[in-house]
């Protein structure tokens, strides 16, 4: 009951002081809040842009590969048990490639056989003039394909393979075709109609192939076989390099690698981003503290005849100190909410204008920032608070 | 009547100025004493020593038979907060507080503040009804009466109030005088420093200084109990 009193009158006096002082203490606050807002507004940013970033950098595609080491192919298998290395919430998508070398008008091209709805995951940069194809038949081919054969979209060609009869071939894929035998080796030309549906302009090595669906590719070829590249997009917040270490470790006849210019990009970018985002709030938590140390600095000077008054009245050095780091500590308690809160909106503002989408809120850093603006608040005015120790209690006898 | 204070050969020397220079005096229970003197005469420093702000540099003060003259810092503030209350010139009301947060400061440094005290105390000083407003609102005289409700609010052995109507009209002085011969006649013990020869006579006791010496001290024969 007694202690219950008096720690009544304790946060009355403070908060009093504060709240009848106010046109004093705004200064201070303001520099909290900005201070506490800056602290918020960039951890917030810290933790979500990563993950902004990395949605970002998807864009500019793959920043993985999975390719055989010391076999012919990837199994579904392997490709299975590396993606296990990778979890669900990192792996944005991936997709095998199937590579065959086959003719159009006797002009050698190479096809290759892929899942047209992973390549939208992992190659979202491909700019395809005409749509993906949906049904057998139907393909995708390079803008240097299309000019060397003069085809456009809604136009039909015709693919052929010449296939060599081996063990691997599976003969029921070519039942109707002519077999022909020159010197004991068998081979047949088989033929594929194919419809052009959509044309990709990447600028790069995409435009001298002709994708099409893994079926049609089998059907082609007449064989059954894997794969002889994964393309893998990882949101990168995991840490890429060791996905792609353990999985090379674990994987037996798999190699993963980083594809270097999205990956490295990646990271350079989070790298400075994240020594900006330190050194900012650090420089701006530092001018926080030397504002308040000034405010509080200047608040002491001008009540050392209440600091002399309560000390007359008995109070001892630490109830001064106390009540004086109170007043300091409850704004700084003040500030670290309002800063929480406006830090939000803060973040929320950069990510809109720079990222273009909305951030999480993250609850944990509420008590986060209020505790550090506390902690700020209260190392800037411990040399204020030192020099009210000082104070003489005759000082209130000495009249003006 | 037994001694309350007594100054045995006190002596408060800066350098080659002696501020109070030999000076003994006693004080009894229930005594109403006025200390009287020109500017620089030694009031300010006695007053110091009397309030445990400030030691001897020679000699002894004993407060209520314990010397109290080689005391530490803590214990002389543990003494100035049981058994001194203040009174002063300038008032200094804290100025974010209303009158009864005021008082009950005083409480919350000595014991447990209580509301209801602090307002008995300001009813007893005739400010009941100005206990909610804060000190800007109120003249100079309800001022005093405030600091003199915060001075006796933890029932102090000695009540000491320096140049307590200094910055006070007439018709304030004469209120807070009847509230001095009123706790003088309830037994408190008063040590008032003044200038003010018309404060200093209304004082059952009157002790002058100058030069850090006493130079009389004499019974007030006016004096009305």
Same mark, same amino acid.
């Given at each position: 009951m007694i ?18 002082r106010r046109?004093?203490? $705004?200064?201070?606050?303001?520099a ?8 918020a507004?960039?951890v ?5 842009v ?5 949605e @970002?950098?998807?864009s ?5 590969i ?10 579904d298998?392997?490709?299975?048990r ?15 490639y ?9 002009? +050698?091209? #190479?096809?290759? =056989?892929?899942?047209?709805? =992973? ?9 395809v003039?005409?749509a ?29 393979? @010449? ?18 035998? $020159? ?11 194919i ?11 995409e ?7 893994y079926s049609d ?10 794969y002889?590249?994964?393309e ?5 917040? =995991? ?7 353990s999985?090379?470790?674990g ?13 490295a ?8 981003l994240?020594?900006?985002?330190f050194?900012v ?28 008054l309560?000390?007359?009245?008995g ?17 700084g =308690?003040?500030?670290?909410i ?7 909106v803060?973040?929320? $503002?950069?990510s ?16 986060? #920032?209020?505790?550090? @603006?506390?902690?700020? #608040? ?10 009210a120790?000082?104070?003489? +209690? ?7 | 009547?037994?001694?309350?204070l007594? *100054? ?12 109070l220079?030999?000076?003994? *005096?006693?004080?009894e ?7 009287m ?7 300010s420093?006695?007053?110091n020593?009397?309030?445990?702000? &400030? ?6 003060? /004993?407060? &209520? ?28 009301l ?9 008082v ?15 307002l008995?105390? *300001?009813?007893r000083?005739g /400010?009941?009804?100005?206990a ?5 609102q ?6 005093q ?6 001075a006796l609010i933890?029932?102090p ?9 200094g910055?006070? &009209?007439?018709?304030n002085?004469n209120?807070?005088? &009847? ?5 003088h006649?309830?037994?408190t013990?008063l ?6 020869p ?14 850090g ?13």
């Amino acid at each position: 009951m007694i202690k219950n009193k008096k720690r009544l009158m304790f946060f009355k006096m403070i908060s009093l002081s504060l709240l009848r002082r106010r046109s004093r203490m $705004i200064v201070a606050l303001l520099a909290i809040v900005v201070g506490a807002t800056v602290l918020a507004g960039l951890v917030t940013i810290y933790y979500d842009v990563p993950r902004q970033m990395s949605e @970002s950098m998807r864009s500019y595609g793959a920043n993985m590969i999975f390719t055989p080491d010391g076999t012919d192919s990837l199994t579904d298998e392997m490709i299975e048990r590396a993606l296990s290395y990778i979890p669900a919430r990192d792996l944005d998508g991936y997709t095998p490639y199937r590579y065959e070398n086959t003719t159009i008008n006797k002009n +050698p091209v #190479t096809f290759a =056989g892929v899942d047209f709805d =992973g390549v939208k995951k992992t190659a979202p940069y491909w700019n395809v003039d005409g749509a993906y194809p949906t049904r057998d038949g139907e393909v995708l081919i390079g803008a240097n394909v299309a000019k060397t054969f003069n085809l456009g979209v809604g136009d039909k060609t015709v693919a052929v393979s @010449s296939i060599e009869i081996t063990e691997d071939v599976d003969e029921s894929l070519i039942p109707d075709y002519e077999i022909i035998e $020159i010197d004991g080796v068998k081979s047949a030309d088989h033929e594929l109609p194919i419809k052009v549906v959509g044309i990709i302009q990447t600028g790069s090595s995409e435009e001298d192939y002709v994708y099409l669906s893994y079926s049609d590719v089998e059907y082609l070829t007449a064989k059954h076989r894997g794969y002889d590249l994964v393309e893998v997009s990882v949101n990168s917040t =995991g840490g890429l390099e060791s996905y792609t270490t353990s999985i090379s470790n674990g994987v037996e006849g798999l190699r993963a690698k980083l594809i270097k210019h999205v990956a490295a990009s990646e990271s350079a970018v989070l790298t400075k981003l994240t020594s900006l985002i330190f050194i900012v709030t650090a420089v701006v938590l530092l001018l926080t503290m030397i504002c308040v140390a000034t405010t509080m600095t200047a608040v002491i000077a001008e009540r050392r005849k209440e600091i002399g008054l309560r000390k007359a009245l008995g109070a001892s050095n630490l109830s001064v100190v106390g009540e004086f780091l109170g007043e300091g500590l409850l704004l700084g =308690g003040v500030g670290g909410i309002l800063g929480s809160v406006l830090g939000y909106v803060f973040a929320e $503002i950069v990510s809109k204008n720079v990222f273009g989408g909305s951030i999480t809120f993250l609850w944990w850093l509420i008590p986060v #920032t209020i505790i550090a @603006s506390v902690a700020v #608040t209260g190392i800037a005015c411990l040399i204020p608070i030192r020099s009210a120790v000082d104070v003489d +209690p005759a000082l209130v006898l000495k009249g003006e | 009547m037994a001694s309350l204070l007594e *100054l045995k050969n006190v002596s408060k020397i800066y350098g080659d100025l002696h501020a109070l220079d030999d000076v003994s *005096l006693t004080v009894e229970k229930g005594e109403w004493v006025a200390i009287m003197g020109p500017s620089g005469s030694g009031k300010s420093t006695m007053m110091n020593i009397i309030g445990c702000m &400030d030691k001897p540099s020679l000699g002894q003060v /004993l407060l &209520d038979g314990k010397d109290i003259s080689k005391e530490s810092q803590t214990s002389l503030t543990t003494i100035r907060r049981d058994k001194i209350g203040l009174i002063f010139q300038q008032f200094h009301l804290i100025n974010y507080l209303n009158a009864v947060e005021n008082v009950m400061v005083a409480q919350y440094y000595h014991s447990v503040p209580d509301e209801k005290e602090a307002l008995a105390a *300001l009813e007893r000083v005739g /400010l009941k009804d100005r206990a909610k407003h804060l000190p800007s609102q109120l003249s100079g005289g309800e001022q005093q009466r405030v600091c003199i409700a915060r001075a006796l609010i933890n029932n102090p052995e000695i009540i000491l109030a320096d140049e307590p109507t200094g910055n006070l &009209d007439e018709a304030n002085e004469n209120i807070v005088l &009847d509230i001095f011969r009123q706790l003088h006649k309830e037994g408190t013990s008063l040590v008032v420093v003044t200038h003010d020869p018309e404060v200093g006579e209304v004082a059952q006791r009157t002790i002058r200084l100058e030069h850090g010496k006493i130079i009389s001290d004499e019974k007030n024969e006016n004096f009305v109990e």
